[in-house]
């Protein structure tokens, strides 16, 4: 059980809402579920820290949920779209200061691409704050004030920096993807490279492998020939005996044949 304890002895549980995470998104979906902004602080605060995607439309979060959020985006490395639409967030002056700790916490952000505020009561002041922040802001590319009291020139502000910012992210993906597109063809570079060793290694071996095997077949040829040589010399030798006996043999029988006259 995830209990969130707020201030004095309150506390909320949480876990049946943040049994709704979807992991292989790492997302959280809790739109039109008519939530109090306690359960709402509770829940932001109590959140994981590898959340990408935050749904809270259509609740009741106000100046409680948005501090807490404020106080989120200041240190989240994680979090990369929030929606908090058709929430009563401006309410109050405690809902107008939670809009500036909001504005605060996005200029030093640098992980959030997009936020939607629309239909949240967010005051002139609110959206004066907002445009300010995006000045220091290089990395929003979505913020949604639509239904929103705020003046012309602050929209305009609003809609060029996140020009500027959507133009400086796609070249920042275009770096990325060529910066993966030089190491995939380092990569296969190397791969070749190796292939290619391996081919001269196997070459390399190949012809040692045939070397050995004339040096093999020559020295086999040459026992052969030095048998073959002393078996002929001992025939020869063989023979030379024989015809040595027999004139031996004949010599005798002529000797004997004189005596015998």
């Known amino acids: 059980m995830m209990v969130y304890r707020g201030e004095g002895e309150n506390s909320i549980d949480v876990s049946h809402w943040l049994s709704k995470i979807d992991h292989n998104t790492c997302s959280l979906d809790l739109r039109n579920q008519l939530l109090s902004d306690g359960l709402g602080e509770a829940i932001v605060r109590s959140l994981p820290a590898t959340l990408v995607v935050l749904e809270l439309g259509g609740n009741n979060f106000s100046s409680m949920t948005l501090s807490a959020l404020a106080v989120l985006l200041r240190h989240n490395t994680s979090l990369q779209h929030i929606s908090l639409d058709s929430n009563p967030v401006n309410s109050g ?86 910066a993966r597109e030089v190491e995939r063809n380092e990569s296969l570079l190397k791969l070749q490279e190796q292939e290619n060793i391996k081919k001269e290694k196997n070459a390399v071996q190949w012809l040692a492998d045939e070397k050995a095997k004339r040096e093999e077949s020559r020295r086999v040829e040459i026992e052969r020939q030095q048998l073959k040589e002393r078996k002929d010399h001992a025939y020869k030798q063989r023979m030379e005996q024989i015809n040595m006996m027999e004139e031996e043999r004949k010599a005798a029988t002529k000797k004997k044949g004189k005596k015998a006259r």
């Open 93 to 178: 002056n405690k809902g107008i200061e939670s809009v500036n700790m909001l504005a605060e916490s996005l200029g030093e952000n640098k992980v959030l691409r997009t936020l939607s505020l629309k239909r949240c009561g967010i005051s002139l002041q609110g959206c004066s704050a907002l445009s300010k922040a995006l000045q220091r802001n290089t990395t929003l590319v979505g913020l949604d004030i639509e239904c929103n009291n705020c003046a012309e020139s602050d929209a305009l502000s609003i809609k060029e920096q996140l020009s500027h910012n959507s133009k400086q992210y796609c070249d920042e993906l275009a770096v990325e993807a060529n």
